[in-house]
Structures are given as structure tokens and as C-alpha cells.
């Protein structure tokens, strides 16, 4: 039980290249999110998904896409990479309605050059 | 727009104390609430949570406490040790509301 994958853990990109995170869960979750956390703050929601083929923005959704695959896997895609977008990028699940606890990643350090 | 945050951004304890981190939250509908902890490194681990019809939670050395009047949550940790030494986070979701929302945390330091 791996609980959530995220790929890849580092990245360097230079401004304006694409990339997709790629993140899975084998806990059956029905919510899933992507965070970024910047030096010494929060963690600022991106989007969310709150069940298979729904998505909705969070609070820092500009400059980001995401696709809910399939009920396992929500990925992140950033089309035109800018120096903003440097940060450590944490995918999340959790089960029902998200009043369960959210099991998150190891995350994802990237940094645009 | 809503926001949960911290009174407290640093908290430094002797090894054995008790320790509180404090949480402010803002959005009246917010219905639970959620405690992690974050190593350097690490992606956040949950510690506790409470849902809003309850005012107090125990774990093991850990109680998170809910003030619904004053949108306060609160963390007490019991004989504080080393490895509890981290940043802590609140975290709040509430109703239909799936997002789940963080505060800024507080690091925590255990002296030994």
C-alpha cells in the first residue's frame, strides 16, 4: 500500500517549457488535491477534485490545469512555466466528502529558471 | 475570501513542557477541522482532527480543543519531546465544501 505517489520528486524547468505532476492513490479516495507550498507558508490549494470527472479551482488555480484520469489519478499540468511558479508541489487524498483526513505526498520540488 | 490562520508563527519549548499552538479560523461554515504535522522534507502527517459538533479531542499526547463563539482550534501537545519538533498546520473543510484549507503554520522547536 503505497498510499500517494507522487512523480516527479525534482524539476528544473526553464521559463515557458510545460511539464505535467503526476500523482496516484491506492486508497480508493474520492477527493483529491494539489497544494503548492512556498518558504515558510501554508499550503495553498491549486485544485481540487472532489469525486471521478469533477474539478474545481482553488485559491492559486492561475497558470495551472488539471485532469482527474480516472479515480486514482489527478495530475497537474503547468503549460508555460514561469519563475512564479517555483515551489514544492504536494498532492493529497482523502475519502468521504473530505471529512476524512487528507494523506498526502512526498512532493514535488520544482524550480523555473 | 476565507482564511484559517495562525496567531503564532514560532513556538520554542523546553523538552517535557506542554505545548499550545493556537488556530484562527474565519468561515463560519467550516465543519471540520484538521491538525498535521510537517517535517523538514516531508509532506504534511495528520495528528488529530474534530468535527464541529464536538469541543474537545484526545489522542495519544495530543488534544485539539474547538472554540466554535470565537472560531478558535487549538493543539496541545503533552511532554513535548525532540521529534515533536516541526511545523504545524491547521487545516479546516467545511459542509459541501470539499476544499480543505490551510493556515500558514507554526514551527515548533523542542529544546532538549
Known amino acids: 500500500n503505497a498510499g500517494v505517489t507522487q512523480t516527479p520528486k525534482f524539476q528544473v524547468l526553464k521559463t515557458g517549457q510545460s511539464m505535467t505532476l503526476q500523482c496516484a492513490q491506492d486508497m480508493n479516495h474520492n477527493s483529491m488535491y494539489w497544494y503548492r507550498q512556498d518558504p515558510g507558508m501554508g499550503l495553498r490549494l491549486i485544485y481540487y477534485s472532489a469525486s471521478e470527472g469533477t474539478t474545481d479551482k482553488g485559491e492559486v488555480p492561475n497558470g495551472y490545469n488539471v485532469s482527474r484520469l480516472n479515480k486514482r489519478e489527478f495530475s497537474l499540468r503547468l503549460e508555460s512555466a514561469a519563475p512564479s511558479q517555483t515551489s514544492v508541489y504536494f498532492c493529497a487524498s482523502s475519502g468521504y466528502r473530505g471529512y476524512t483526513e487528507a494523506f498526502f505526498g512526498q512532493g514535488t520540488r520544482l524550480t523555473v529558471v | 475570501g476565507e482564511s484559517v490562520g495562525l496567531h503564532l508563527p514560532t513556538l520554542s519549548v523546553q523538552e517535557g513542557d506542554n505545548s499550545i499552538i493556537n488556530c484562527a479560523y474565519s468561515n463560519s461554515a467550516s465543519d471540520y477541522f484538521i491538525w498535521y504535522k510537517q517535517e523538514s522534507g516531508k509532506g504534511p502527517q495528520f495528528i488529530i482532527d474534530i468535527r464541529s459538533n464536538m469541543d474537545k479531542r484526545q489522542g495519544q499526547r495530543v488534544t485539539v480543543l474547538l472554540n466554535k463563539t470565537v472560531k478558535h482550534l487549538s493543539l496541545q501537545i503533552a511532554a513535548t519531546q525532540p521529534g515533536d519538533s516541526a511545523v504545524y498546520f491547521c487545516?479546516?473543510?467545511?459542509?459541501?465544501?470539499?476544499?480543505?484549507?490551510f493556515g500558514k503554520g507554526t514551527l515548533l522547536t523542542v529544546n532538549p
Open positions: 487545516a479546516e473543510s467545511g459542509g459541501s465544501n470539499y476544499k480543505l484549507t
